[in-house]
């Protein structure tokens, strides 16, 4: 019978076999190594345009953030120039009511009434004088009711007092001021 030695045979087959699979696993480590690599720079790369891209904005954002100052500035300065315009519109229309209530007051004033002093308090004027006889200060009541300048007459005070040999009325009277739109 004869013998044959398989030994060797399958040991040089199970050494090809190791040496082929060493050689699959080191190309594996090296495939690995190399899309590790890629995928490291692809990321940093990404990673970097990212960086860029939020440099991008946040300047982008520091401009409209100055815009939106700068109108927000505009709007305050705009809503300064509306209040002065305001007040020389007020005074433009305003610069005429003064002669318009003296003249009202005199045209109201009924015979017999004398006024010795006037205050304007805002939308009020109070007025203080002296007349010949209480019908006198109804009279003005009713004539600075009837106006288109003023309105609501009230009267605080009325005093009769001697005069010499006249009996005068002394009085303190409240009256509304009536604006009108007027065009000056």
Do not use: C
Not at 20 to 41: K, N, R, S
Not at 138 to 164: H, I, K, T
């Amino acid at each position: 019978m004869m013998r044959l030695n398989l030994l060797p045979w399958r040991e040089m087959r199970r050494r090809e076999q190791d040496r082929q699979l060493l050689t699959i696993a080191i190309g594996a480590w090296l495939l690995m190594g190399v899309i590790v690599f890629y995928a490291h720079v692809h990321v940093s790369t990404l990673i970097e345009n990212q960086g860029k891209r939020n440099e991008f904005l946040n300047k982008e954002i520091a401009k409209l953030e100055e815009e939106i100052k700068e109108i927000t500035d505009l709007k305050k300065q705009r809503q300064d120039l509306l209040a002065r315009m305001n007040v020389i519109y007020q005074l433009q229309r305003d610069r005429t009511r003064v002669v318009r209530t003296f003249d009202e007051l005199v045209r109201k004033l009924p015979q017999g009434v004398y006024l010795t002093s006037m205050k304007n308090t805002g939308t009020s004027i109070v007025l203080n004088g002296a007349a010949q006889s209480n019908a006198r200060v109804s009279a003005l009541m009713r004539n600075l009711a009837a106006s288109e300048w003023f309105a609501d007459p009230e009267l605080d005070v009325v005093q009769v007092r001697q005069r010499g040999a006249d009996r005068v009325s002394e009085f303190t009277l409240r009256v509304k001021q009536s604006f009108k739109q007027d065009g000056g």
